[in-house]
């Protein structure tokens, strides 16, 4: 059998107590209450952590592991459903909750490495050879779940976790079983598959940018993959034509795949591999144009569930991935000092225009509001959102015992929905970690401070500029410890002007719909004309749009000449006034 290195939990002696008996333990399973899936998780958790750290034999835990796939998959898609588009950084409960998901993950990982390494170590039980493909298949399963989750919450992702993975690949390689096809584990609606595929899936979710994606969408990209990661291409010839489209993977690292380098070749060391991606690529682009073309998702047979819009914007977002692999074009200084951030078209439209509440062309002005304080935010303490005191928690308390980080694990099974608060702009102080030309990257902290997604339209405001506001975009974000989060942003504009716009058609009664919008000035350096940018899902197709400058009741239609991009919160495009369109 191949060398196979892989992290395994050291054995001891636990004060928690696991069945080992495979009739007993299935029991058991059946009588946990997995509608209470708080609990039924916490002692789910409790028994693998014993099990994993103490000697069994190999057919006697693989088995005991397969009795465990369906429970834990229960109670994950249960508690997951509480942390689907939670924006970043996560309350303390949540993100404990999150942390607790990915455990759960990793000791089912854990248990199918413990029988790979058993199994090396009884080199004379070839009788038992039948249990390597599962358990190595396995194994990488749950470790990609473990990376899925922490994508999904913008986590990084756990010590040696792509070690892991890469050794389960390379002993696969090595020993002929990369296209054995096994079935997926009882509870997972995956289909079957094989070691390579899963590991392709794998590579490719990391290679599209997963801390760029929007809430939850990191589900969506892992469930294409579960269709199309095969026309991916895995090679030891680390020399391309070209570098659109490809990846480096050092199989002795644990980091996930890396743009291929532009300034130099590789070098062919035996570790490394080339992932081409150039035939997914292909057919993204593919189903781009198809859905350009008005094709419905269903006809496509994509193997995702999702809206026209919303599938269009993501096959844009991994065509850029994986077919463009766009590098950053200038280098970052670090930097020290602070700006406020306000959040959202209308936020932005609030403070670029005085602070003075939005009012319809020809309505009576309003009663100017008091300013709030830019440095503490907008928000008064009584309308911010707080945590439910009778939310549930799950608690892992093995008496004489501190359990691996974080011990005691707690956890909220939340089922009823976040109150509705009412939208009320503020400002918070976010510090800058270095700049570039095109952008900051910030660090975002504090449980008090409004949350974020990526894609959001942020506006801010540098120090010295306090009649200045930019128009930036969230590109990507990473949870780096409880209640911080990197954030990494794109000026959009340096400069905005608050507009009106008014849609046909979109009123409560089919007349004028009144709304905020920015207007984003010509940027002659990037050869951009001036661009609108609306909140998503505001403009409709065929409906006319009147744009209102500053109080003027009078508009001037215009039309949509381009799309430059829609995100969750906004779209941003070309346009021109309707005499300027019908003249060309």
Known sequence: MAQLNLSIPNKRVSAWVAETDLRNARAWLDSLPLADSAEAAREIYQALYTLNRQDLDVAQRFELMELYARPVATVISSLQATLVRLAIPLPPKKRALAEFLRLLYLEMANGYKCCLNDLQQQRILWSKKQLVTPSAARALHFLGEALLRSYATYFPTPADIWRDAHALYRFAEETGRLEEIIQAPEGDPGPAQSIGHRYLQILLLAACNPYQLPPAECFTVYSFLARWAGQARLTADVLATSPLSQFLVDLDSDRPPIGYPRSRAPEALPSARRLDAAELAGTVQGFIEHLEKGASVQSLDMGVDCLESACL???????????????????????????????????????????????????????????????????????????????????LDEPGFQAPPPDPIALVAATSAPPVVPEIFRIDRWQIKDISPRGFLLLHSGEGSASVRVGDLIGVQRAGELEHWSVAAVRWLKSVRDESVDVGVEVLSPRVTPVVVSVDGAGAEGGLRHAPALLLPTMSKLHRPATLVLPRGLRQEGKDLTLHDGDSSSGRGVVVLKMLERTSAFEQFVFAEKSESSAS
Not at 353 to 367: C, K, L, V
Request: aromatic share 6%.
């Open 313 to 395: 914007d993501l096959m844009q977002r991994l065509m850029r991935a994986w077919g463009e692999v766009v590098r950053r074009e200038h280098a970052r200084i670090k930097r020290h000092g602070s700006v406020l951030i306000c959040s959202g078209v209308n936020a932005l439209h609030f403070f670029a225009s005085g602070q003075r509440p939005f009012s319809a062309p020809d309505a009576e002005t309003p009663e100017p509001v008091s300013e709030p304080d830019a440095n503490v935010g907008a928000t008064p303490p009584s309308a911010m959102p707080q945590d439910n005191e009778n939310e549930e928690y799950v608690a």
